[in-house]
């Protein structure tokens, strides 16, 4: 069985290859027959189930924080950030 290797090794030995330093021919999953092999992912089909329901210690909260408006943003020019604003430009 062949080991995979991770993310972050194939991309330093990608590194390698491109700089020079590297010859593909060392590069771990190299065929001579098929060049590169397994250079690229498997696509893997896989289903997610939600589950809508609502947990029994949060029941009509929920709603509660979908309905509530945002911070409203108000100027204070007379604010301490305001000053420190003023005094720095």
Same mark, same amino acid.
């Given at each position: 069985? %062949?080991?995979?290797?991770?993310?972050?090794? #194939?991309?330093?030995?990608?590194? !390698?290859?491109?700089?020079?330093? &590297?010859? %593909?021919?060392?590069?771990? @999953?190299?065929?001579?027959?098929?060049? &590169?092999?397994? $250079?690229?992912?498997?696509?893997?089909? !896989?289903?997610?189930? &939600? $589950?809508?329901?609502?947990? @029994?210690? !949060?029941?009509?909260? @929920? #709603? !509660?924080?979908?309905?509530?408006?945002?911070? #409203?943003? %108000? #100027? $204070?020019?007379?604010?301490? &950030?305001?000053?420190?604003?003023? @005094?720095?430009?």
């Amino acid at each position: 069985r %062949v080991q995979r290797m991770s993310s972050p090794e #194939k991309w330093e030995a990608q590194q !390698l290859i491109n700089s020079g330093v &590297l010859p %593909v021919s060392a590069y771990p @999953t190299f065929d001579e027959e098929h060049g &590169l092999m397994g $250079n690229h992912e498997t696509e893997e089909e !896989l289903e997610v189930e &939600l $589950n809508e329901d609502e947990p @029994t210690f !949060l029941k009509g909260q @929920t #709603k !509660l924080s979908a309905e509530v408006d945002p911070v #409203k943003i %108000v #100027k $204070n020019p007379d604010g301490s &950030l305001q000053r420190a604003a003023m @005094t720095q430009s």
